[in-house]
């Protein structure tokens, strides 16, 4: 169960990674720009929808993630899942402020980007 545990963390990692990834650069590539506003959507229906209940900017993602690794024995760490790459990776403590600051507004170009390729003439 513990291996099957570790892979669905690894699995949701790379996952989410592709997803903010994607969610930057999608928009340039004309081939892939339908498909960058469908997951720019999804993650305002995430943040916004389902982020009524559960608090605003909710990723239903990183909840998943911090569940498996409750059962993994892991400590939690942020609820960004950003910040919680940045201070693993650098071994600083960021200011979750600055971090959502940061994500919204690349999320908001990107979203803004999107709909400005795919509907402008």
Known sequence: MRTALRLTDRFLHMLHLTIIVFC????????????????????ACSWFILGRSRGYGYCLITDLQRRVRKRLG???????????????????????????????????????????????P
């Open 24 to 43: 930057m650069v999608g928009w340039v590539f004309q081939s892939a720009r339908v498909v960058h506003l469908v997951v720019v959507i999804g993650i």
């Open 74 to 120: 892991d400590p939690p760490g942020p609820d960004s899942f950003v910040k919680y790459q940045l201070d693993r990776l650098t071994g600083m403590d960021f200011n979750p402020q600055s971090v959502e600051a940061v994500i919204q507004t690349s999320f908001y170009l990107s979203a803004l980007a999107s709909i400005y390729v795919n509907f402008a």
